[in-house]
């Protein structure tokens, strides 16, 4: 597995550069109807982590899984799973522990940690 990154997609304001992980169309910092997709690079900061031991039924069959949120470099927080990590609490990543976004889609980001796959 590559450690690089994979690109994101987020919302940047028209109007005032705001950064935005989205969907949503507003600014909201300036309220500006003009939000536009930009793609910025997947690397961040792990802020927060959860494990999920009973899924929703729409994703049982995934469970049990990690959620992870993440400050990425450019500003963003998103939410998505952790990938690439033991399903034990002990061996989960420490907060402050640099990411990467390693797959996934909107609104199904994956992330693992920066050294995973080196």
Do not use: K
């Amino acid at each position: 597995m590559s450690s690089a990154s994979s690109p994101v997609e987020i919302l940047r304001c028209a109007a005032c550069g705001q950064l935005d992980a989205g969907p949503r169309e507003l600014c909201p910092t300036c309220h500006s109807p003009r939000m536009e997709p930009v793609t910025v690079e997947g690397n961040g900061v792990l802020v927060s982590w959860t494990l999920v031991r009973r899924p929703p039924t729409r994703f049982q069959a995934d469970g049990p899984y990690a959620v992870a949120v993440v400050d990425l470099d450019c500003g963003v927080r998103l939410t998505g799973r952790l990938a690439d990590v033991p399903m034990e609490e002990a061996d989960a990543p420490a907060l402050g522990a640099r990411m990467r976004v390693c797959g996934g889609g909107p609104g199904m980001t994956r992330f693992a940690p920066a050294d995973a796959g080196r």
